[in-house]
């Protein structure tokens, strides 16, 4: 059996680069993920540590899975610089502009193709 050390700061502050990204507030995705702020304020305050039913609320709001968050995605996959860049814009877009950019791509790929 493997264990791995979950640093809380660190997922945290992967949870506030998320929420910068995306432009939402703490008090709006606790709001939304039916968490209470004193939770994440006391997690800010590095007083506690969220339980995974909390942190899976949260990335359900924040549309990433808990794998991203906790930055232990057994499947992960080594980005270039310029990868990184579109992934982080793409955390920044509403779920419409992700389906349109979607269809464009895949638009792309098909002229590639012919």
């Known amino acids: 059996m ?3 050390y979950l640093d809380p700061n660190k997922i945290y502050d992967r949870f506030e680069k998320l929420l910068e990204k995306k432009g939402l507030t703490v008090y709006s995705v606790a709001k939304d993920a039916g968490v ?3 939770t994440i304020y006391k997690w800010r305050q590095r007083r506690t540590v969220p339980t995974l039913t909390v942190l899976d609320s949260l990335c359900n709001i924040l549309d990433v899975p808990i794998t991203y968050l906790l930055g232990t995605d057994d499947e992960s996959v080594h980005l270039d610089e310029k990868e990184k860049q579109v992934f982080d814009i793409w955390l920044g877009l509403s779920a ?3 389906d349109v950019l979607f269809e464009l791509m895949k638009t ?3 002229h590639n193709d012919d």
């Open 36 to 38: 209470s702020y004193g």
């Open 96 to 98: 419409e502009q992700k």
């Open 108 to 110: 792309m790929v098909k």
């Open 2 to 4: 493997s264990y791995v």
